[in-house]
Antibody, heavy 120, light 108 residues
């Protein structure tokens, strides 16, 4: 069974930084696009960022562009999200999601999520 | 930016058919994916590319997409189908992913 295990969440002050990781296993990681999707408490799903299989192209939601950076290390089967200048409205569960293809389509598997809380 | 509109809630009796809509401008020209999310759990893909179903998803789940509306249909609804359902597309004009606001399915 495909596994996606997020880590790195926690409590951070406004303006602070955090780096999320997603360790993937049991599939050919470099062959699939990956994304981060978040869900604020009691709210719906919000796409954050995506990266294609090679890592050569990245995409960001307007709400995080310029503050967050997505990357991947295909040799370590790991996806990352560097989050800077964090705001209260970034508080959410952050899910790592595996795309169905090399490019961005729909998500066939999701991790269990890691909670990020931005508060003073 | 591209917007997907879902009804906040849908209610159906056990054994009946639930239909959850997802509206968007010319959504029929896009591939629509649907996710089920139960409380405290991660989302699960139930329909992809408008009407295809992952192997682990029951045949009771089906989808269609035409014009300005995509629809997720759940036949012979069971208590275990009670969940939030989200539609999703790729907005190719901006290389963004868009989710609908979600629909809470209640089984009466």
């Amino acid at each position: 069974e495909i596994q996606l295990l997020e880590s790195g969440g926690g409590l951070v002050q406004p303006g602070g930084s955090l780096r999320l990781s997603c360790a993937a296993s049991r599939f050919t990681f470099s062959s699939y696009a990956m994304s981060w999707v978040r869900q604020a408490p009691g709210k719906g799903l919000e796409w954050v960022s995506a990266i294609i299989g090679s890592g050569g192209s990245t995409y960001y939601a307007d709400s995080v562009k310029g503050r967050f950076t997505i990357s991947r290390d295909n040799s370590k089967n790991t996806l990352y999200l560097q989050m800077n200048s964090l705001r209260a409205e970034d508080t959410a569960v952050y899910y790592c999601a595996k795309d169905r293809t090399y490019d961005i389509t729909g998500y066939s598997y999701w991790g269990q999520g890691t909670l990020v809380t931005v508060s003073s | 930016s591209y917007v997907l509109t879902q009804p906040p809630s849908v209610s159906v009796a056990p054994g009946q058919t639930a239909r959850i809509t997802c509206g968007g401008n010319n959504i029929g020209s896009k591939s629509v994916h649907w996710y089920q999310q139960k409380p405290g759990q991660a989302p699960v893909l139930v329909v992809y590319d408008d009407s295809d179903r992952p192997s682990r998803i029951p045949e009771r789940f089906s989808g269609s997409n035409s014009g300005n509306t995509a629809t997720l249909t759940i036949s012979r609804v069971e208590a275990g189908d009670e969940a939030d359902y989200y539609c999703q597309v790729r907005d190719s004009s901006r290389d963004h992913v868009v989710f609908g606001g979600g629909t809470k399915l209640t089984v009466l």
